[in-house]
């Protein structure tokens, strides 16, 4: 089988309306200056109905309390082969349009769960994106900076002491990874020990989610765990 490239992955892809459609609606996203990840792909869901999420333990629901109807959600599974704690990450934004296609709402993950991205208020935008900062290290969401000051404690050990977490297992893929082994995690801490880093707390670097980045979620779902394993390969012989 193939090694399970990120270019592979996203070279495979066609080009779509829904595609172009999440490209146009995709949040900006600011990482720490010293953050050593940025994301590697984006799984995307389009959502024209109520329905289960199928890459996060949440419904979809275009009308809720408090905020104007949507005619539909895209839902964004974002990749990365690293967190500063384990091997891969995957978290999660979502935009809500309205029928005229205006942004009615914003959501994004958060340490397994989900928060509504606004600050005093009011869904946070730049150059007309949604603008969200990633927490240095661990990725989790926020509108506005001071949302990372009650974890800046858990977060700057995590940064200092990489991989505690080894291979990452959530629920979603318990029955589709098999490579977590004590020798697996063992080398994956070996390796993320290299990057270790004490965030700065100034979110400078840039990433736009554009269409080249964006997958449709069951090509990215099936990708995954190949993409773990080869990880895990890949470590055992640099290390065995």
Do not use: N
Request: net charge negative; proline share 9%.
């Amino acid at each position: 089988m193939p090694e399970p490239t990120v270019e592979s992955l996203l070279s495979a892809e066609p080009s779509s309306d829904d595609r172009a459609l999440a490209a146009q609606t995709a949040p900006l996203l600011l990482f720490d200056a010293r953050e050593p990840f940025l994301p590697s792909a984006v799984g995307y869901t389009v959502f024209r109905a109520d329905s289960p999420s199928p890459s996060f333990p949440r419904p979809i629901s275009l009308t809720a309390p408090g905020r104007p109807a949507a005619a539909l959600a895209i839902e964004y599974a974002i990749w990365w082969d690293w967190d500063i704690g384990h091997l891969y990450e995957l978290e999660h934004a979502w935009v809500y349009l309205d029928d005229a296609g205006q942004v009615v709402e914003a959501e994004a993950s958060w340490h397994g769960g989900y928060h509504v991205m606004r600050t005093d208020g009011d869904i946070p935008f730049r150059d007309g994106r949604i603008c969200l900062l990633s927490e240095p290290g661990k990725h989790a969401f926020a509108p506005c900076k001071r949302w990372f000051e009650t974890r800046r404690a858990e977060t700057l050990e995590a940064c200092a002491h990489p991989g505690q977490g080894g291979v990452w297992i959530t629920p979603l893929f318990e029955a589709h990874i098999h490579d977590k082994t004590p020798a697996a995690d063992s080398a994956v801490q070996a390796y993320l020990a290299r990057s270790a880093f004490a965030p700065a707390y100034e979110f400078t670097q840039p990433f736009q989610i554009a269409e080249q980045h964006l997958v449709a979620w069951p090509r990215l779902f099936e990708w995954i765990p190949r993409r773990v394993a080869g990880w895990v390969r890949r470590l055992s012989e640099q290390t065995g």
